[in-house]
């Protein structure tokens, strides 16, 4: 059975640092293309991150959207089947449901082109 399930969300002050975990079962991760998305309340789930597969660390292409650039950093760990979303400086606009999802294929910012999901992990980011 695939699972995928993330936690490390929580309620922090604005300017702080989280790191989501998404740890997956070996069968989704190995050569899957891995995102992060979120969802605040009444809006569409947005992409906000994804990371392609590779032995190598250095052979990884990842890829932000412009509202977090800068400020998250998404990293996988192969042997451990996790991928990691690091959020610094994070802001009450982060505020959502996050996200991890897999694909096989190439990267996609398309939440319909991910194959499997996660429950997701609240991020709340107070002012």
């Known amino acids: 059975q695939v699972q995928l399930v993330e936690s490390g969300g929580g309620l922090v002050q604005a300017g702080v640092s989280l790191r989501l975990s998404c740890a997956t079962s070996g069968r989704i991760f190995n050569t899957y293309v891995m995102g992060w998305f979120r969802q605040a309340p009444g809006k569409e789930r947005e992409f906000v991150s994804s990371?392609?597969?590779?032995?190598?660390?250095?052979?990884?292409?990842?890829y932000y959207a412009d509202s977090v650039k800068g400020r998250f950093t998404v990293s996988r760990d192969n042997a451990k089947n996790t991928v990691y979303l690091q959020m610094n400086s994070l802001k009450p606009e982060d505020t959502a449901v996050y996200y991890c999802?897999?694909?096989?294929?190439?990267?996609?910012?398309?939440?319909?082109?991910?194959?499997?999901w996660g429950q997701g992990t609240q991020v709340t980011v107070s002012s």
């Open positions: 990371i392609s597969w590779s032995v190598l660390s250095s052979g990884r292409t990842t």
């Open positions: 999802a897999g694909r096989t294929g190439s990267r996609s910012v398309v939440a319909a082109e991910y194959d499997y």
